[in-house]
């Protein structure tokens, strides 16, 4: 089992900057993979960033270059600076963690640990 505490959400105009972090404790073989999710009112979840045990990442283009995810595995903490920010960004970011499975932390292979999920609201 793995527990996990997201913070760091809240409030900025945009262009501004927020660091989200998550804090894992429990079994680390289940965090492999870990990544950060949002999900806006009225749309889909959707995946943001993942970061592998390698620190090999991927993101939503949506946010390339403009957010780094990042961890530190003796703190068991993942990151997720987000720089640049708009409008549509602003959703629940949730952390999430998993086993990798043939190495690969892809989203086609459900996430199966969630924290309870923190609000990024950006202003225009």
């Known amino acids: 089992q793995v527990q996990l505490v997201e913070s760091g959400g809240g409030s900025v105009q945009a262009g501004g900057s927020l660091t989200l972090s998550c804090t894992a404790s429990?079994?680390?073989?289940?965090?492999?993979?870990m990544a950060w999710f949002r999900q806006a009112p009225g749309k889909e979840r959707e995946g943001v960033a993942i970061?592998?045990?390698?620190?090999?990442?991927w993101y939503a283009d949506s946010v390339k270059g403009r957010f780094t995810i990042s961890r530190d595995n003796a703190k068991s903490t993942l990151i997720l600076q987000m720089n640049s920010l708009k409008a549509d960004d602003s959703a629940v970011y949730y952390c999430?963690?998993?086993?990798?499975?043939?190495?690969?932390?892809?989203?086609?292979?459900?996430?199966?640990?969630w924290g309870q999920g923190t609000q990024v609201t950006v202003s225009s």
């Open positions: 970061i592998d045990n390698g620190d090999t990442t």
């Open positions: 999430a963690a998993r086993r990798s499975v043939f190495y690969s932390c892809a989203l086609a292979v459900p996430y199966n640990y």
């Open positions: 429990g079994s680390s073989a289940n965090t492999d993979c």
